[in-house]
């Protein structure tokens, strides 16, 4: 059917990849480009042997130029960007120049500032209108799924959504002390911002992971749950209408807050620039450099990840609560990809959003996040590629724990 350009080969980068091998039909070619292009051909050589043609190229995706030669040359039906945040802008800018569609998992932030908002993004719709293609940003798991199930509840089970939990846990365990899931600069900028939750038409901000419940997961069992804020929050506060209050909670164990914690202490979590032996290092990407890299977790981890969405509201004039969720096991994802779940969980439906785009179910001109299109067919197509979903009607509500 067509060709996609991946931009990235990191952990999600490979899931990608091999999903999209599983799809020959769709995708007929890929182009992986990333800035090390060693990574690429690993990837490519895993798959030696798949009906979907792929090759590598070099890419430096802060440059606007490159992508756009990048693009000119292979012309691609779509760009899943699995680089990290900060390519966003640059990248739309060249799908806007050459008049390709764009899918990503995570929304712009500024080197800089460590502030996630669609606002950068969102300040393309009208551009990408005008150009007749089709941006989807946040299709990964959460934001991307989480979306897609609140979209989903809404169409099937209530008149009206009143409150939603997003619940993200993971239950793995890789055996070294303290490392992160997915890269590290990306994740310790998100959990050590302030929290924020939307409540009657408002935001309301805590203290870093100041806000902690425990709740008893399928598969995973009680785990402490702390408050954080997560950029699909901006999004569904908007999209689902007349939703009252929208929280997102995150896992981590005491193991995990203890080193967090020194290491905030010591400065080590700063992304202030620092003079050292006559250079300037920003502490938080040298944390990075001495950290596990996420890649090589994927052997190491045990255990399984458990992510979903609570939510009351009301249906035919009754109050309903719904639950939906994906179980996801670390060894299961590796055995069949070579990544661990929280690259699976990513890269699963990246692939999915690029399908749909591909194939004309999920396209329209503009900018949009995944729960503006039907959920549907997205939902079955989570069932056949790797991420099944529960549902439980009678749910433990996050307030009565
Ligand atoms: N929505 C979700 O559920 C979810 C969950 C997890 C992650 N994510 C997002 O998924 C993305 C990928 O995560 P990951 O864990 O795969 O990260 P990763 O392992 O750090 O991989 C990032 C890749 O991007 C490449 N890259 C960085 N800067 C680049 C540039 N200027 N030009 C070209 N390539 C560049 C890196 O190149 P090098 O190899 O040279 O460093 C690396 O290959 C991130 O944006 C992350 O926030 C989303």
């Not at 896992?251 to 080193?259: A, E, L, Q, R």
């Not at 979903?389 to 724990?401: I, Q, R, S």
Request: glycine share 8%; proline share 6%; hydrophobic share 40%.
């Amino acid at each position: 059917m067509g060709k996609a350009l991946v931009i990235g080969a990191g952990g999600v980068a490979n899931v990608v990849v091999h999903k999209c091998c599983q799809v020959p039909e769709v995708f007929e070619e890929i182009c992986l480009a990333s800035r090390t292009i060693k990574k690429c051909q690993d990837i490519k050589d895993k798959l030696t042997g798949s009906r979907t043609k792929i090759r590598v190229a070099q890419l430096d995706a802060d440059n606007t130029d490159e992508v756009i030669t990048l693009i000119k040359d292979f012309k691609p039906d779509i760009v899943i960007n699995v680089a990290l945040p900060y390519q966003d802008l640059t990248i739309m800018d060249a799908c806007l120049a050459t008049g390709v569609d764009y899918l990503d998992t995570a929304n712009y932030e500024p080197p800089d500032i460590p502030k996630f908002e669609y606002k950068w993004q969102w300040a393309y719709r009208e551009k990408f209108a005008a150009a007749g293609i089709t941006a989807l940003l946040g299709s990964g798991f959460d934001p991307g799924v989480t979306g897609i199930f609140c979209a989903y509840a809404q169409k099937h089970y209530f008149d009206e959504i009143h409150t939603i939990d997003i619940v993200d846990a993971n239950g793995g365990d890789h055996g070294y002390p303290f490392a992160t899931n997915f890269n590290p600069e990306i994740n310790i900028r998100e959990i050590t911002a302030k929290g924020r939750y939307f409540k009657n038409g408002e935001w309301i901000e805590t203290d870093p992971l100041s806000v902690k419940k425990v709740y008893d997961l399928d598969e995973i069992g009680p785990k402490n749950i702390y408050l954080l804020y997560h950029e699909e929050l901006e999004s569904l506060a908007l999209n689902i209408k007349g939703v009252k209050q929208i929280r997102f909670w995150m896992t981590f164990s005491d193991n995990y807050i203890n080193h967090l914690k020194v290491l905030q202490n010591v400065g080590m979590t700063s992304i202030e620039p620092i003079e050292y032996e006559g250079r300037q290092i920003i502490p938080l990407q040298f944390l990075k450099a001495v950290l596990p890299d996420p890649a090589s977790l994927g052997p190491r981890t045990k255990g399984k990840t458990n992510i979903g969405c609570i939510i009351q509201g009301i249906k035919d004039g009754k109050p309903k609560t719904y639950y939906v969720y994906n179980v996801c096991d670390h060894q299961e994802c590796f055995a069949e990809v070579g990544s661990q779940a929280i690259s699976y969980t990513t890269g699963v439906p990246a692939m999915i959003g690029a399908m749909l785009m591909m194939q004309g179910v999920w396209k329209k001109p503009g900018v949009f996040n995944v729960e503006e299109f039907d959920p549907d067919p997205f939902m079955e197509a989570l069932n056949k590629y790797g991420l099944p979903w529960k549902e439980d009607f009678a749910p433990t509500l996050l307030d009565e724990e």
